[in-house]
Nanobody, 123 residues
Framework: QVQVVESGGGLVQAGGSLRLSCAASGSIFSIIAVGWYRQAPGKQRELVAGFTSVGSTNYADSVKGRFTISRDYAKNTVYLQLNSLKYEDTAVYYC?????????????????WGQGTQVTVSS
């Protein structure tokens, strides 16, 4: 069993900051890639920031220069620092982890989602 748990969300005023954490636990051999996504009411889920399989980072244009993704794979944890928050950043933020683990469903490669953490920015 693998659990992915996001934390750190909350209510913040515009211009404020938050730090989100994504912790993966359970039968994980190694993390391959991680992505932070968000979904606002009535909108599709979108990629905000992520680490690729080769360790490079990518960011949505809307958050470049404001959000920073970092990682501590020894702890199977990834962080997302949110600075200069705007009202339009309000959403549920989800963490997606691609990792190797025990063989099942025909593969050693698996994809896990957390339950999300709410970020609300007041204007």
């Amino acid at each position: 069993q693998v659990q992915v748990v996001e934390s750190g969300g909350g209510l913040v005023q515009a211009g404020g900051s938050l730090r989100l954490s994504c912790a993966a636990s359970g039968s994980i051999f190694s993390i391959i890639a991680v992505g932070w996504y968000r979904q606002a009411p009535g909108k599709q889920r979108e990629l905000v920031a992520g680490f690729t399989s080769v360790g490079s980072t990518n960011y949505a244009d809307s958050v470049k220069g404001r959000f920073t993704i970092s990682r501590d794979y020894a702890k199977n944890t990834v962080y997302l620092q949110l600075n200069s928050l705007k009202y339009e950043d309000t959403a549920v933020y989800y963490c997606n982890v691609e990792a190797t683990g025990p063989y099942y469903n025909g593969s050693y490669y698996h994809d896990y989602w957390g339950q999300g953490t709410q970020v609300t920015v007041s204007s």
